[in-house]
Nanobody
Framework: HVQLVESGGDSVEAGGSLRLSCVVS???????MAWFRQAPGEEREGVAS???????TYAEFVQGRFTISRDSARNILSLQMNDLKPEDSAMYYC???????????????????WGQGTQVTVS
């Protein structure tokens, strides 16, 4: 059984930085992992994804500002967010996939396990 617990969300001013972490309990293996976000009244959208060899895929709106990484020794998925904008405000979710994948994927149905989310507010 896989459990995901996010942390690191906060309220920051535009231009600031945050680092989100997701601790994974259970099997942390060759599946792709990702960060998604959802703002009130909006659909959930993929932010960044990484495979087990650190190959990453990013949504166009975070290119150059966010960096996803995974520490397989400590079972932690991270998201470094720089130059935050008000439109980045959302609940951020960590997700773990169901099978091996290459290069990461932002296709939501691939992901079976989800955390409870951590709130990011940018003003």
């Amino acid at each position: 059984h896989v459990q995901l617990v996010e942390s690191g969300g906060d309220s920051v001013e535009a231009g600031g930085s945050l680092r989100l972490s997701c601790v994974v309990s259970g099997y942390f293996s060759k599946r792709c992992m990702a960060w998604f976000r959802q703002a009130p009244g909006e659909e959930r959208e993929g932010v960044a994804s990484v495979d087990d060899s650190e190959r990453a895929t990013y949504a166009e709106f975070v290119q150059g500002r966010f960096t996803i990484s995974r520490d397989s020794a400590r079972n932690i998925l991270s998201l470094q967010m720089n130059d935050l904008k008000p439109e980045d405000s959302a609940m951020y979710y960590c997700a773990d996939g169901v099978s091996e994948c290459y290069g990461g994927t932002l296709w939501s149905p691939y992901y079976k396990y989800w955390g409870q989310g951590t709130q990011v507010t940018v003003s």
